[in-house]
């Protein structure tokens, strides 16, 4: 007897699965953004949660949870229930840099976290004064090495991804630069524009007012590829083998969320940014759309965490 209920029980449970996924959402949905409003993050979430609210004809509500660099709102979704109803936009500092900067987090940004859909990634440039003596990424390290330990990078924050872009730099040409962290990318962008560092990595769309303006000029994309908005600059990886910064964002659940529904809500969402307006305003931000599975979102999640873990350990940087 004891046997057939056991039989009994996981019949029931993957008849129940599915229909529970099918009749999801029964109740408004919640996205957790890890940073304050107004930001890239905040703007693609909305974008997002607007055709997840049409196509489920449920609201879909953005809660921007920021703080500690992501790790408050990380946290808060972690601790949900993985029925669907709390995700997350995460981003690459979130689940694969951050873990390696505050060794004292209270959860696993790989292990607490199932992936749902790596929605796109983001066109990173690197920026310099139109009176900087060089134009490309060889000029910058040949005028680096002249000059080692006088050249100054701003980034948007300590171990931001701003900051590890120039780290990783530093590391892949033995270049000495000094850091320059700042609080956010538009105070690095005025100082950079005000000639007091030399040179930025930097999300592209906060740039182009100043490109257009010729306050700033573009020395390359930090991406595996050129960018389509950006086909004539070339890649730091061009100059130097093996880099490739590829800031991804995507959609996280809480760890534990059955797989058909898992499944429902990542086919929902590749489906919000196929639209064509969402994907058109996604474009102008400077991304690139991806629309994986939550298998592929994970192997890249998991091989990115070794790769940032690696990176943060030869540059030695932490945080409190």
């Known amino acids: 007897m004891a046997l057939v209920r056991s039989l009994l029980l996981v019949l029931a449970a993957l008849c129940c699965a599915p229909a529970s996924a099918q009749e999801f959402p029964a109740k408004p949905v919640r996205i957790v953004v890890p940073w304050p409003t107004g930001g890239s993050a905040d703007i693609v979430t909305r974008l997002v949660a607007q055709k997840l609210s049409e196509i489920w004809g449920q609201p ?31 981003a690459m500092s979130t689940h694969a840099m951050n873990q390696w900067l505050y060794p004292k987090m209270s959860f696993d940004p790989v292990k607490d976290f199932d992936p749902v859909c790596l929605m796109l990634i983001g066109t990173t440039v690197l920026v310099a004064p139109t009176s900087f003596p060089a134009n490309s990424v060889g000029e910058l390290i040949a005028l680096a090495r002249s000059k080692p330990g006088r050249l100054t990078y701003a980034s948007v924050g ?21 850091h320059v ?19 930025l990595f930097i999300g592209a769309p906060p740039t182009i007012p100043y490109l257009k303006a010729g306050r700033l000029k573009n020395l390359a994309v930090a991406d595996a590829k050129r960018a389509a908005t950006l086909p004539d600059v070339p890649t730091v990886g061009e100059t130097v083998s093996g880099y490739d910064i590829s800031v991804w964002a995507g959609i996280l659940a809480p760890a534990g969320m059955p797989r058909p529904l898992l499944e429902k809500i990542n086919r929902d969402v590749r489906r919000a940014i196929e639209d064509p307006d969402t994907r058109a305003k996604l474009v102008e931000l400077g991304s690139v759309m991806v629309g994986s599975t939550p298998d592929e979102f994970r192997a890249r999640m998991v091989a990115d965490a070794e790769k940032w873990g690696r990176i943060i350990r030869q540059a030695n940087v932490k945080l409190d």
């Open 158 to 178: 300590n171990g931001s991804f701003s900051h590890l872009a120039a780290e990783m730099l530093r590391l892949g040409t033995g270049i000495e630069v000094v």
């Open 181 to 199: 962290p700042y609080k956010g990318g538009n105070p690095a962008l005025v100082d950079l524009v005000g000639e007091r560092v030399d040179f």
């Open 60 to 90: 879909v509500n953005v809660d921007n949870r920021g703080g500690a660099s992501g790790n408050l709102g990380a946290e808060i979704v972690a601790r949900s229930a993985p029925d669907g109803y709390t995700l997350m936009y995460g």
